[in-house]
């Protein structure tokens, strides 16, 4: 499975962005595509992700009501819009796909080589 995120890029808080991430190739197994960000000095941190098949979605509490994940099956894409962003948002942003519903980066295989985005105060 290759992932490709696209659309990051520099926003003033209070702004918003929207991430794309295109999937391509097969993995047996995969059922949950996720997003997590890095900030500098920080570890990987969830932000949330979605079941594939039935959409189902799960949000770390810190994005809740701010940012929503979507998926595009028939194009094989997912999306993560975010609203109301804060400086704290700025980070590395990345997508991962997984065989199990999991916020740990670990249970993720499938990496993307992310896309920054950086919010300005």
């Known amino acids: 499975v290759q992932l490709v995120e696209s659309g990051g890029g520099l926003v003033q808080a209070g702004g918003s962005l929207r991430l794309s991430c295109a999937t391509s190739?097969?993995?047996?197994?995969?059922?949950?595509v996720g997003w997590f960000r890095q900030a500098p000095g920080k570890g990987r941190e969830f932000v949330g992700n979605?079941?594939?098949?039935?959409?189902?979605?799960t949000y770390a509490d810190s994005v809740k009501g701010r940012f929503t994940i979507s998926r595009d099956n028939a194009k094989n894409t997912m999306a993560l819009q975010m609203n109301s962003l804060k400086p704290e948002d700025t980070a590395i942003y990345y997508c991962?796909?997984?065989?199990?519903?999991?916020?740990?980066?670990?249970?993720?295989?499938?990496w993307g080589q992310g896309t920054q985005v950086t919010v300005s105060s």
């Open positions: 991962a796909a997984g065989t199990i519903n999991s916020p740990y980066s670990g249970h993720y295989r499938y």
């Open positions: 979605i079941k594939w098949i039935t959409g189902s979605t």
């Open positions: 190739g097969r993995a047996g197994g995969v059922s949950t």
